[in-house]
């Protein structure tokens, strides 16, 4: 929490110098509508630079919804590979941990098994 503090001190006093230096008025027109925003050029510099961070981070997070939904797949099997394992492993009572892959069960990736 402190090192946090350190952190944005300095961000939040740039900040609050930047909006005392900028109080000129800024008339903000959005084109093919009749809306208009007037306000400090500082808020409205501000509020723009929000705007596109949080833009930014939408497009970011929308960019790895693929990702960890691979991730997900790819865990859950991991997950039944490893249950298969175990089974393999409780149906070779007194086998030893090399003895699944000698026995062509699990082999190496790229390899072929070895005929039984």
């Known amino acids: 929490m402190l090192l946090r503090l ?3 001190s300095p961000l939040l006093l740039v900040l609050v110098v930047f909006a005392l230096a900028n109080p000129q008025p800024v008339l903000i027109v959005f084109w093919p509508f009749e809306a208009h925003f007037e306000g400090p050029a500082s808020l409205v510099l501000l509020g723009v630079l929000g705007a596109g961070l949080l ?3 939408m497009m970011v997070w929308v960019t790895t919804l693929g990702l960890r939904l691979r991730a997900r797949r790819a ?13 393999l492993k409780r149906a070779m009572p007194g086998a ?3 003895a699944l892959a000698t026995r062509g069960a699990l082999a190496p990736p790229g390899e072929l098994a070895p005929p039984t």
């Open 55 to 57: 833009l930014g981070a």
């Open 6 to 8: 350190l952190l944005l």
């Open 96 to 98: 030893s941990p090399g």
């Open 75 to 87: 865990e859950r099997a991991g997950g039944l590979l490893e249950a298969e394992l175990q089974r």
